[in-house]
């Protein structure tokens, strides 16, 4: 299965750390905080990986490469300086994602989640893994049901973690350019066709240059 990491956003609420460098490549213990999920991909068995691009760029080849030096084979999706939203990102990036089901990871997050699970997850068009809600986002986005199917209407609701596993056709007929993802899946979850799970381990998101530090303090803790 291949791996996407979305890493196209400006990061407003991180300014002014992303006016000269873009979000996935701001420091965290020593690392760009891109290249920890790129070395959990790695080891969960996530080899051929697909970065795509907007604000500046162009650093991210420049710093991460072809991702030999981790043993991936990593590709890029260029948007441009606009970037095209998750749904428009990922429609971008269908060629280099194939036909085959496709694991997408927000390139903003930090996570304890073992991805390799998802190799052999069975979905219909989209599996994602949720999160209880946390202090910043209380109201949550989908309801998950007993029998793991995920709905938009029902309450109460968890958090979308950005980590989902899609089908090709979800996207199929989506037209190219500016597109969310939200509205897709809220689509698909009336066809009964969106799954997922609950994942009460480790997950942070890396939005603001506080949540930047305590993401610093959790990787230097010993």
Known sequence: M???ILAA???ERMRPLTDQTPKPLLIAAGKPIIEYTILQLVAAGFTDIVINTAHLGGQLPTVL???????????YSHEGEQALETAGGIINALPLLGEEPFLVVNGDIATDFNFAKLHQQPI??????LISNPSHHEQGDFYLAANGQLSSI???KLTFS???VYHPDLFRHQPAGIRKLAPILRAAML?????GEHFEGFW???????RLQALHAHYSTP
Do not use: C, F, Q
């Open 65 to 75: 490469g072809n991702g030999a030096r981790w043993g991936a084979n990593i590709n």
């Open 204 to 210: 942070m998101d890396i939005g603001t240059p506080e």
């Open 2 to 4: 291949k791996a996407m």
């Open 191 to 195: 066809e009964h066709k969106v799954s």
């Open 154 to 156: 029902e309450t109460p």
């Open 9 to 11: 956003g400006r990061g």
């Open 124 to 129: 219909a068009l989209a599996y994602l893994v």
């Open 162 to 164: 950005g980590i989902g």
